[in-house]
């Protein structure tokens, strides 16, 4: 359950119930006032905090209509949502704010004013069920001004420090929840394998491990249990499956690879995830062999539900379903094909109306089956129950002034200067020393939009002082003995030979998806060449500091250089960059991507045969010596290396009070399993005879062990056991264990 506030002025959900029905009986607004009656007793089930959430879960579920169901699964932007008074008169059951959405004045206090307004509407239903807000906090809460802007995904990954991005994770949440905001679509566990898709920044790294050992980010968002402490923000696995595999690297395109690969390169950041308990997932607009996500029945249903045990709920893109057939504008075929594919939440964003609508008839001509609109809305509410929403529906005050704190603002700083990787470093370049004379020059100096890119303060980000925060140049400022021996010219203009080194700050201007595709060349901008043409005129010695959202093509510019540090986008805290700079922090930072030689080598990874510029690890201190491996640490998953196995439960027949089932094992490892075990939560049901398998029933779990003949399975292949029962199967999601 989730403390989200300990203020006495706050009222339970259950009051919001009473007043509703009451003021539904009396034909007044059902946006009710809150009033605080001093002792609320929970007068259903569904209401008690003292009953476990499944039993609550199925109260509640028996006292819906359909059209508090549909509700449930219907996701609309904040802004789209007119009147306010929709939201209680369409039961809609969660609200975001897209990339470009915001509150006037923006600040911390406004978006929790806002939240609460909206939860208020929301409770003014007679069942009184509470909203869920979802938000793009992508690298701190990113929409939020005066919030901590961390770098991107991509700067993380270059740390290799998956307890520094769990910390990271729980600061954003804590700056989340000060905004009362319950969910983020975070992290991205994209697998970026061609760096000319846009959204390259926001993946980890372009090896399936790296992503994998990173969704440390889901535990420091929800906290070891969803909503077992004030701060836990429901986290998004992101984007449900091969965003990052497309041809070309086109965003929201097509992953044209052999399923062996997509499971081998992009599926085990989302079962790390999984097994940690990630609350949601989100699709991924791109199509796998010209199918998309949102059709997929056997990704979304089979592999991530069955095979992989995801018992959150899944959530649609922005629009996407009803981009299904290549158009905008909702048809019923594109809704019941996304919700019977697997998808439980409909990001509508825009035309709620409309998608209610047609989502009420494909359910009324029985198109999408009853039992999966309870199953999506069982989803749904379990989420809302752990998060304790029930019971403390309004914003937790007390974490506002997490919003952009001196602590987060250290920590990000701290991420900043693990996360730099000294490509480059003639004759000892760097450090800096404090009391040399510097010339600082390029677009990307002093500038925060910049630095902090795409997903900040706007969907696409920009340039300029978007919001507080150090530069890199002021960063320098605060870091030299003496500020006046630092000249700055953001073009390099007036640079002469008394300077001991020029630092020149270049890269990338802001960008995200759709709009930050480079399929052509991927080198300097015209102003950045002609900045660094002006530094080297001079003779002074140039320090490259590139600020950008993937390796660029700079191979061309590289030999005038003394040294080059890979600053990615650091976000708000500059001095990071300064830090390492000047040596006060030696770099540790190794790539988290293979960095091309050219343009044309893309795509380019780890392992496949093409000589990289600097390979995929490549990192080195200020002793010219490669940074070395960090300690590899415990293994998270302790299954033996290699060996990896998934089941997926099917039921093949069902009768009143029977059925009977196959259960495929599927060696999704590297290395060939020599036995096997799963095991499933028989949820009541029993086992009558079961074949192919030793079956063992302790504490209503079914476990089951291969047997002499089929327990070696080859990588990639499957082998089966089946067995018939009484009661129902229900949706079981079996669990296998290597070994
Ligand atoms: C993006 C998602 C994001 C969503 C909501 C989409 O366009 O692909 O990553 O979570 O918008 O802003
Ligand atoms: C929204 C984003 C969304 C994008 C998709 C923008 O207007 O703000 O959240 O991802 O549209 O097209």
Not at 14 to 42: K, N, Q, R, Y
Not at 461 to 481: D, H, K, Y
Not at 485 to 502: C, E, F, K, L, P
Not at 707 to 721: E, I, K
Request: hydrophobic share 40%; with cysteine.
């Amino acid at each position: 359950m989730r403390p989200r506030s300990t203020s006495p002025t706050r009222r339970p959900a259950i009051v919001a119930a009473l007043c509703a029905a009451v003021l539904t009986v009396t034909g007044l607004s059902a946006a009710a006032p809150p009033s605080d009656p001093p002792h609320a007793v929970a007068a259903l089930p569904y209401q008690d905090a003292g009953l476990p959430v499944q039993d609550r879960v199925a109260d509640l579920l028996a006292r819906m209509t359909l059209d508090d169901k549909l509700g449930q699964m219907t996701q609309v932007e904040k802004d789209a949502l007119l009147p306010q008074s929709d939201l209680a008169a369409y039961r809609i059951g969660s609200v975001l704010s897209g990339g470009d959405s915001t509150v006037s004045p923006n600040n911390a206090q406004t978006w929790a004013d806002t939240y609460d307004s909206l939860q208020r509407t929301a409770l003014g239903t007679p069942l009184a069920i509470p909203m869920i807000y979802g938000i793009d906090a992508v690298h701190g809460h990113n929409a939020v001004r005066g919030a901590t802007i961390f770098p991107h995904n991509i700067a993380l990954g270059a740390t290799r420090d998956p307890a520094l991005a769990q910390r990271v994770g729980r600061a954003v949440a804590e700056e989340v929840a000060g905004t009362g905001i319950d969910w983020s679509f975070a992290p991205c566990l994209c697998v970026a394998r061609n760096d000319r898709w846009g959204r390259t920044y926001e993946s980890f790294g372009e090896t399936p491990e790296l992503p994998t050992s990173m969704a440390t980010f889901v535990t420091g968002m929800q906290g070891q249990t969803l909503g077992g402490d004030p701060a836990s923000v429901l986290a998004t696995a992101k984007h449900y499956i091969g965003d990052g595999g497309t041809t070309g690297g086109v965003d929201q395109g097509n992953s044209e690879v052999s399923e062996a690969e997509l499971r081998a390169v992009h599926l085990p950041p989302f079962k790390e995830a999984v097994r940690r308990g990630v609350g949601s997932v989100m699709l991924s607009y791109s199509s796998f062999n010209g199918v998309r996500s949102h059709a997929s029945k056997y990704l979304v249903t089979d592999v991530l539900k069955g095979e992989l045990g995801f018992t959150g709920f899944v959530v649609s893109d922005w629009a996407a379903v009803d981009q299904l057939d290549g158009q905008t504008g909702f048809t019923g075929a594109e809704i019941a094909t996304s919700v019977n594919a697997g998808v439980d939440m409909v990001m509508v964003p825009h035309d709620y109306r409309k998608f209610l609508t047609l989502l009420r008839g494909e359910v009324g001509a029985g198109r999408i089956p009853l039992p999966r609109v309870d199953d999506a809305n069982r989803r749904i509410l379990t989420k809302k129950f752990q998060l304790g929403l029930f019971e403390r529906p309004l914003t937790n005050r007390s974490l506002t002034p997490a919003v952009g704190s001196a602590e987060h603002r250290a920590l990000a700083r701290e991420t900043v200067r693990a996360s730099q990787v000294l490509l480059k470093n003639d004759g000892g370049m760097l450090p800096l020393g404090k009391s040399a004379k510097l010339f600082v020059a390029g677009k990307s100096a002093d500038d925060i939009g910049n630095q902090s890119g795409g997903w900040t303060l706007g969907w696409q980000g920009r340039s300029g002082p978007v919001t507080e925060g150090t530069t890199v140049l002021q960063g320098i400022r605060a870091t030299a003995a003496d500020p006046s021996r630092v000249t700055y010219d953001r073009y390099g203009n007036g640079i002469d030979g008394s300077y001991t080194a020029a630092v020149a700050v270049v890269g990338e201007t802001p960008y995200a998806e759709m709009h930050g595709d480079r399929p052509g060349g991927m080198g300097l901008d015209q102003e950045d060449l002609q900045t660094l043409a002006r530094l080297k005129a001079s003779g002074v010695p140039v320090v490259v500091v590139l600020v950008a959202g993937r390796p660029l093509d700079i191979a061309a510019q590289l030999p005038d250089w003394k040294a080059l540090m890979a600053a990615w986008l650091p976000g708000s805290e500059g001095r990071g960059v300064a830090d390492v700079l000047f040596g006060d922090h030696a770099p540790t930072g190794r790539l988290p991507m293979s960095w091309m030689r050219s343009a044309s080598q893309q795509p380019i990874n780890d392992g496949d045969g093409k000589s990289p510029l600097f390979p995929y690890g490549f990192g080195l201190t200020f002793t010219s010596n490669p940074v070395p491996d960090p300690d590899p640490g415990p293994d998270p998953d302790p299954t033996p290396a290699g060996k990896v196995c998934t089941a997926a439960l099917r039921v093949v027949n069902s009768w009143p009070g029977g059925h009977q089932a196959e259960v495929t094992v599927r060696n999704s490892g590297t290395a060939p399993l020599t036995g096997w075990t799963v095991d499933w939560d028989l949820g009541g049901a029993t086992i009558s005879s079961l074949w192919k398998g030793v079956l063992t029933v302790a504490g209503g779990r079914a476990t089951v062990r291969n047997t002499a003949s089929n327990g070696a399975v080859a990588v990639g292949a499957t082998t089966s056991f089946g067995f018939t029962g009484g009661g129902t199967a229900g949706a079981p999601a079996p669990r296998c264990t290597a070994g």
